[in-house]
């Protein structure tokens, strides 16, 4: 491949990443506002619902803001809280390679893994809405996308 067809695929490249992340963004506000609103789980502190957390990373921005700032609202409402020994708890996404976007969906405490598959998975709610909201989520994505390429 010669350079200047290198170049114009990476332009290319970036182009659309550029172009879907609203709608990425768009679906991402989806399935954070599902997770949120779920009654799946009973809330004891608050600290889940507060924190849940839905965005959109990739290798120009990894959500690291938007996780810190969800881990702080976690720790917040869980300051002082005796109802359990439940902790916020701090993990940065390092994953999307060159080319790729995800949408994350995650809460910053160190009891969503026990959340997720308590009671066979009894209070799950993360895949739960994902799955929920793919298809509204995918279709903001897809709007966007052809609104950037008219």
């Known amino acids: 491949m010669s350079d ?13 990443l550029d172009a879907i992340r609203p ?3 768009a679906g991402a506000d989806l399935i954070e506002a599902e997770a949120a609103a779920t ?3 009973r809330g004891m502190s ?4 507060a ?20 881990y702080n609202t976690a720790a917040g ?13 701090l993990t940065l996404v390092r994953g999307p390679k060159p080319n790729e976007a995800w949408i994350i969906l995650t809460v910053p405490t160190d009891y969503i893994i026990s959340l997720e598959t308590e009671n066979a998975g009894e209070k799950a709610f993360v895949a739960d809405s994902l799955h929920s909201q793919a298809p509204q989520a995918f279709q903001a994505l ?9």
């Open 4 to 16: 200047d067809m290198l170049a114009n695929w990476r332009r290319l490249t970036k182009g659309t």
């Open 77 to 89: 409402r869980l300051q002082g809280f005796q109802g359990h020994e439940g902790q916020a708890f």
């Open 142 to 150: 897809v709007s966007h996308l052809r609104g950037a390429w008219k």
């Open 39 to 41: 009654t799946a789980y």
């Open 23 to 25: 709608g990425m963004e």
């Open 51 to 70: 924190a849940t957390i839905a965005y959109v990373a990739d290798t120009s921005d990894n959500g690291d803001a938007e996780i810190v700032a969800a």
């Open 46 to 49: 608050g600290a889940t619902r």
